[in-house]
């Protein structure tokens, strides 16, 4: 019987905002050895009640399946969601890249900012620090190719992810 490979997937989750509800999700991946690749968590109901998790992680289809089925079982879960599964879906990620350069270094990385569509949120002499949304791979794309360029420090935000279309989280 063949392995299937393992793959990346976009969980999304509907949580009562409530102290240690983001600690039982991440004891469930820890205490069953699942790596979280991304994680973010914001309110986003009126009352700042309910809080969206979006998780990405990896594993093969039977493993993602497990992961869904054992957050669903979580107290503080109202509502789970394979993103990468349930359809279309649109996802996206937000980093500061700061780059420190001088001289021809300091043009070509305003020249491939400038392609990326990233936004120079603090220049110093002596640095720029950009602003890049996108996928996950044109931020690695971005962040590669500022390495040779005098790449100082990197901070990302994690997916963010949301159903495309009018399908909800709650109405997929």
């Known amino acids: 019987m063949q392995q299937e490979a393992p793959g990346s997937a976009v969980i999304s989750l509907l949580v009562d905002n409530e102290s240690g509800a983001l600690a039982r999700i991440i004891g469930l991946f820890s205490g ?4 979280i690749r ?13 809080s969206r998790v979006n998780i990405v992680t990896t594993g093969t289809l039977a493993d993602i399946r497990q992961i869904k089925a054992q957050i669903e079982r979580l107290t503080p879960v109202s509502r789970a969601v394979d993103l990468s599964s349930a359809g279309p879906h649109v996802a996206r990620e937000m980093a500061l890249i700061k780059v420190v350069s001088s001289g021809e270094s300091r043009t070509e990385a305003l020249r491939i900012a400038d392609a990326f569509r990233a936004r120079a949120v603090d220049t110093t002499a002596s640095s720029f620090v950009f602003e890049l949304t996108g996928s996950s791979d044109k931020l690695d794309s971005f962040i ?29």
């Open 32 to 35: 069953r050895g699942y790596n």
């Open 38 to 50: 991304s994680l973010t968590v914001a309110p986003v109901d009126e009352h700042s009640l309910v």
């Open 144 to 172: 590669e190719l500022m390495r040779p360029l005098g790449l100082a420090e990197v901070s990302r935000t994690g997916i963010a992810a949301i159903c495309r279309g009018p399908q909800t989280i709650q109405n997929p």
